[in-house]
């Protein structure tokens, strides 16, 4: 895989949708990788700012390609079948799902820490995890793929991924998960310890 493991990682995860919104897409990177490999046919690029649209217009000069300002899905009014969240915390991503227009479409979401955040909130707010992946690239990237739905999940669930502790790559992040997490104990204020404690039952059971 070329230079951007995560990029390419998620461009390969659009095969299959025709017009694909990015919100927060930076410089377009997934958006012109999709492109590139044949995997989508049209999208919508979207960032709060508009420095980084002018990037991915220069990016994505003569793809078909709308570009909008908007506070996430806030001035997006066109339908899309797939829309990426990615490279975000998770309290972001949750805000922005908060206005997401819930109807057919797909979510693939990509958060940079708090998983179990994201997976909490998604159960509370009418989200179904349909998929979930692991990506090794010097840290490791979960990435959900989402839909309007109903599910529920364990703390266990919450933690390990409803799909990922099924999958056999799982275990070394998991085992990782573990090991991070007896090292900061130590460090952590008493309620913060008592809530790793717990997380780390569930990791070490690896
Ligand atoms: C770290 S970059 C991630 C870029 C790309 N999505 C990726 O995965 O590499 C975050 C981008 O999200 C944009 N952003 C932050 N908050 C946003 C919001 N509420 N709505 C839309 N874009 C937002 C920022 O301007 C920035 O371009």
Same mark, same amino acid.
């Not at 217009?57 to 997006?76: E, Q």
């Not at 909130?121 to 707010?125: D, F, G, I, R």
């Not at 998929?131 to 690239?137: G, P, Q």
């Given at each position: 895989m070329a230079r951007n493991k995560r990029i390419n990682f998620l461009a390969t995860l659009t095969e299959g949708y025709n017009k694909v919104l990015d919100i927060g897409t930076d410089h377009g990177l997934v958006l012109k990788r999709a492109f590139d490999e044949g995997y989508i046919k049209e999208a919508i690029a979207a960032d709060l700012r508009e420095k980084p649209l002018m990037q991915a217009?220069?990016?994505?000069?003569?793809?078909?390609?709308?570009?909008?300002?908007? @506070?996430?899905? &806030?001035?997006?009014k066109e339908p899309f079948d797939l829309a990426i969240i990615a490279g975000m915390g998770s309290h972001l991503i949750t805000e922005i799902l908060n206005n997401a227009p819930k109807q057919d479409e797909h979510y693939l979401l990509q958060a940079n820490e708090k998983i179990d955040v994201l997976r909490s909130?998604?159960?509370?707010?009418n989200f179904e995890i349909i @998929?979930?992946? &692991?990506?090794?690239?010097k840290f490791y990237y979960v990435i959900l793929k989402v839909k309007v739905g109903t599910q529920t999940l364990s703390l266990e669930d919450i933690y390990l991924g409803p799909i990922l502790k099924d999958k056999p790559e799982a275990l070394d992040y998991y085992r990782h998960?573990?090991?991070h997490i007896e090292k900061i104990i130590p460090k952590a204020d008493e309620k913060r310890?008592?809530?790793?404690?717990?997380?780390?039952?569930?990791?070490?059971?690896?």
């Open positions: 217009m220069k990016n994505l000069k003569n793809y078909p390609v709308k570009y909008i300002i908007s @506070d996430g899905f &806030l001035a997006i909130y998604l159960t509370s707010h @998929d979930e992946y &692991l990506l090794y690239d998960k573990a090991h310890r008592e809530e790793l404690k717990k997380m780390l039952k569930i990791f070490e059971k690896f």
